[in-house]
């Protein structure tokens, strides 16, 4: 008996949800011990694919070959008994359990009905080094990173000793740092003989691990090529089906009046441990100011603090003059600041809302959405539809498409759409582009730079380093709550400033 | 092929249709105990329970009609709660505490006009229910306390505290019962009486069905439904769009608790000689609520259907003592009919598929001509 060729073969697959067909005879074939990157446009049906194949949607048609045997995949468990383990791509953890009980859970070791903690410890903790994770087993999921978070969801498929692994964007969650880690623990995993479907967006990814790369395109299978022989070039024009432009354009930097202003902001954790410090800045106008640094630097925290979801325990904001210190979240919203939060799931979207009903939730209460607080039914969708087709937001069933079911790509659109159309003095981006395709972020950055030539201010934070170094005015580096350096991109390398965040350099002394 | 919209494959039909499932599957499960507690009546009974009201002609639909008004308030009031995110389990205690309020208004309040005095007496309960449901919606917007907890607590303190009450104030020692309400606290008839003669009907089913409506415009058109669902979907998303979250989750309890209380006062204001009894038992008609509220999915206008349904099969049951059946029998199927419209979600989901197969089948037939 000889060995198959492929350990997966995903043969005319089509999956359908209502009329709107999100696989449309798709085909994608792995070959053992090989990282094979699936690529494609936000919407494009990658993580639909994927679903099927670990058995949470049954396909309309096409089937499976695992091994070469043909299988019918009903649910992740006849998944998990084949072998596929699968990092979701919003993967969720139940936030009051450890690391430990997180990977445990629902493979819990037992003898005579009692749990082995300890025998599953030593796994993990074994796995944990093995792969340079770094991950403390008795960490409160609630209290770790998302990069940490993503470690564990890793652990609980290694756990399984699973040996056909998904990643379903893995790397958008990661920092710099991160990423580099996780590529080359990925090696590893195939070196061991594991093989791996690699969803990503970021085209150099694909070039530093990749073998092999399969393209979607709406929903349609385009074709797959070698990653050696492939260019960056290549590789977007058969995803977007049009040249892209990585460089974006912009106008000379004139930065006119402080439109931003914080002053000593302080922030405490829970535990009354400071996470953002004597912290002050200003933006201008006709400017992009970029907050880079390491995930959990404290730039979420002030950001939140900027913004009025959290208070601050000292210092003072001020938006166009105006202190806003004491201002709620909606006095913050009308006077021009909008808020692109880094967490899309939790704050930004109502998931089991419509597209159109999240499109208006920064101004449902307009005169424009509301007639003596009955809503105007028309002119939100005529207002949705309108925002759709300008911000190109694909979905199932246009204003009507329950958000849930949209792409993540897709409802990050939405919410740009939604904060950029207010017409904001400022605009507070954390990672808008996280988990966008190639062609989305080109859109996404000249939507920014947009506000910005049209003499708005931007305050961006983003911890990658690209996205810093190309559409940034002026970088601050946020190092354990402080600003260690106040930077223009063309004076500084991309090493430097990789230097500044680790913190093994610091240009700004904190006059505390 | 264009898509045509049909109305089998809409939301709304499926909804309904796992409803109308629910209850068959919990007919045949009620069917199923009255043959075995009494097989030569069972037939007879059974037949009795899916006539419902109709073996007594209009007055028996009035009787549906008296009975459905309590349990629609309260089923509103958990349905309403519970689409924005909250589990209303004290609708008992709001009802109780919202039927003192207007027999209290009713007894000694007889300083004030016919025809203005029964509606002060609403008011009253309304305000009372409305109390009853502000203080386990505080606890949670302000305190994080689970609004389970805290609104089963005011579900106790609402049933001894008003025993208390009556006892010291509007007491009736031989009967150990509150005094009747005097005549013009009575629920206006509006000749409801000769139209469904011998029943107990009054304005009542007008004002539940006025409530429904209101409270479906509420949810369905107006910014605070739009809000308050929001809350109820997606707190942080509230917070971070500028809603008062916890400012919504007090309304919200505010205005369920008004509207069980409401429904106290409705009971507790028909001319039928109801009166608020000294027991140490918790008000069924909130538990009832929540079945209503389940059966009904939480829509107001599901909730409307439900309650007349489950009123229907109670007189049913009521009239099932003609077969030598112990009323305690009814009961066991009423809940074995909200038992099952629990699996109603189960039997969504299976249509679901039964209609994404025959589509594939359609098209599949379309593709090969
Ligand atoms: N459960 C669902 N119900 C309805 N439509 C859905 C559902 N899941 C996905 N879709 C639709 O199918 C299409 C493909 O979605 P999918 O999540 O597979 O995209 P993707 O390629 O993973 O995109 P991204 O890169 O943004 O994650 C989208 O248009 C989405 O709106
Ligand atoms: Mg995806």
């Known amino acids: 008996m000889g060995q198959a060729e492929y350990v997966i073969e995903m043969n005319h697959i089509t999956k359908q949800f ?3 067909k999100a696989n449309d005879d798709v085909t994608l074939k792995v070959k053992k011990g090989e990282i094979h990157a699936l690529l494609g446009e936000n919407g494009a049906g990658k993580s639909t694919l994927m679903s099927v194949l670990f058995g949470l949607y049954q396909p309309e048609q096409g089937e499976i070959r695992i091994n070469g045997k043909a299988v019918k995949i009903s649910n992740p468990n006849d998944a998990n008994a084949l072998g596929i383990g699968m990092v979701h791509q919003h993967f969720k953890l139940v936030h009051n359990f450890t690391v430990l009980e997180s990977i445990v859970l629902g493979h819990e070791t037992t003898k005579g009905g009692i749990l082995r903690m300890a025998e599953a410890r030593k796994k993990i903790t074994g796995l944990s080094e093995r792969y340079k994770f770094k991950i403390d087993p008795d960490a409160y ?58 969803i990503t967006h970021k085209l150099n990814e694909i070039k530093a691990v990749a073998d092999r790369c399969s393209v979607l395109r709406k929903g349609k299978y385009i074709g797959t090529v070698e990653v050696e022989t492939a260019t960056k070039e290549m590789l977007s024009e058969m995803m977007v089906g049009r040249k892209v432009n990585f460089k974006p354009q912009k106008q000379p930097y004139q930065p006119g009046k402080t439109i931003l202003e914080a002053k000593g902001v302080t922030v405490k954790s829970r535990y009354g441990k400071d ?32 913004t009025g979801m959290i208070p601050m325990e000292a210092g003072s904001v001020s938006l166009n003059g105006r202190d806003i210190t004491e201002d709620s979240i909606r006095r913050r919203s009308l006077a021009g600041m909008a808020h692109i939060p880094e967490d899309r799931h939790k704050d930004g979207l109502v998931l089991d809302y419509t597209l159109q009903e999240n499109l208006i939730l920064q101004n449902y209460f307009t005169q424009r959405f509301q007639k003596r607080g009955f809503l105007k039914f028309d002119a939100v969708r005529s207002y949705a539809r309108g925002l759709i087709e300008r911000f190109d937001i694909r979905s199932g069933q246009g204003e009507d498409s329950i958000v849930r079911g949209m792409s993540g790509g897709n409802q990050q659109k939405a919410i740009i759409a939604r904060e950029l159309d207010r017409d904001p003095e400022i605009v507070i981006a954390v990672q808008p582009v996280r988990g966008l395709d190639v062609g989305a972020i080109e859109y996404i950055h000249q939507q920014l730079i947009a506000q910005r ?13 690209d996205e810093v170094m190309e559409v940034s005015d002026r970088i601050l580096v946020m190092y354990e709550g402080e600003i260690v350096a106040d930077v223009k991109p063309e004076e500084i390398t991309a090493e430097e400033l990789g230097l500044y965040m680790a913190g093994a350099k610091r240009s700004v002394k904190n006059e505390a | 092929m264009k898509h045509k919209h049909h109305f089998f494959e809409s939301e709304g039909f499926a909804s309904f249709i796992s409803s109308v499932l629910a209850i068959a599957c919990g007919l045949l499960f009620g069917l199923g105990i009255l043959f075995i507690s009494n097989p030569s009546q069972a037939y007879g009974g059974f037949m009795m329970v899916v006539q419902g009201c109709f073996t007594d002609g209009l007055a028996g639909i009035g009787l549906m009609l008296y009975y459905a008004v309590p349990i629609i308030m309260t089923g509103l009031s958990v349905g309403f ?44 309960a309304m305000l009372a229910g409305a109390l009853w449901g502000l203080i386990p919606g505080l606890l949670k917007a302000y305190r994080n306390v689970n609004e389970v907890i805290a609104s089963i607590m005011m579900n106790y303190i609402g049933m001894y ?20 309400v005097k005549s013009s606290a009575y629920l206006p008839t509006a000749g409801l009486e000769n139209i469904f003669a011998g029943s107990k009907l009054n304005i009542g089913i007008f004002i539940a069905i006025l409530c429904v409506v209101i409270i479906h415009v509420l949810l369905s058109r107006t910014t605070f439904g739009y809000e308050l669902k929001a809350c109820g979907k997606n707190e942080n998303a509230c917070k971070y769009a500028g809603i008062n979250a916890k400012r919504n989750v007090v309304l919200s309890m505010v205005i369920a608790g008004a509207l069980s209380g409401i429904g106290g006062a409705l009971l ?50 009521g009239n099932m003592q003609l077969f030598n059946f112990v009323p305690e029998v009814i009961d066991i199927i009423v809940a074995a009919i909200i038992y099952c419209g629990a699996l109603s979600l189960l039997i969504r989901n299976l249509l679901e598929r039964i209609k994404v197969k025959k589509r594939q089948a359609r098209e599949r037939g379309e593709g090969q001509r």
Request: proline residues 2%.
């Open chain 1, 275 to 306: 996470v953002v410090s004597n912290v002050s800045f200003q933006v201008h106008a006709g400017e992009i100011l970029t907050i880079a640094g390491i995930d959990g630097n404290g730039q979420s925290e002030l950001v939140y603090a900027l």
């Open chain 2, 81 to 124: 709660a519970f689409r924005t995110g909250l589990f209303n389990i004290g609708a008992s205690g709001q009802f109780t505490a919202g039927a003192f309020a207007a027999v209290y208004v009713g007894v000694k309040w007889t300083f004030l006009p016919e025809g203005i005095h029964w509606l002060v007496a609403i008011l009253a």
């Open chain 1, 141 to 198: 999921i609630s209290d770790i990173t998302v990069g940490m978070q993503q470690r564990v969801e890793i652990l609980k498929m290694l756990y399984c000793d699973n040996d056909i692994l998904i990643f379903d964007e893995p790397t958008a969650v990661l920092t710099p740092q991160e990423i580099g880690e996780l590529l080359k623990a990925m090696k590893q995993l195939v070196a061991e003989g594991k093989s791996i479907i690699f």
């Open chain 1, 453 to 465: 030539d049209g003499k708005k201010a931007v305050l961006l934070v983003s911890l990658e380093l």
């Open chain 2, 268 to 317: 507790y204001l028909s001319n039928t000689g109801k009166y608020l009894q000294v027991l140490d038992v918790i008000a069924p008609e909130g538990f009832n609520g929540i079945c209503v509220a389940l059966l009904g999915q939480s829509s107001p206008i599901g909730i409307l259907f439900a309650g007349l349904f489950i009123a229907y099969i109670t007189v049913g049951g």
């Open chain 2, 161 to 180: 505290l008003v025993n208390y009450l009556v006892r010291n104030t509007i007491y009736d020692q031989m009967k150990n019962q509150s005094l009747g």
């Open chain 1, 18 to 20: 209502g009329n709107f």
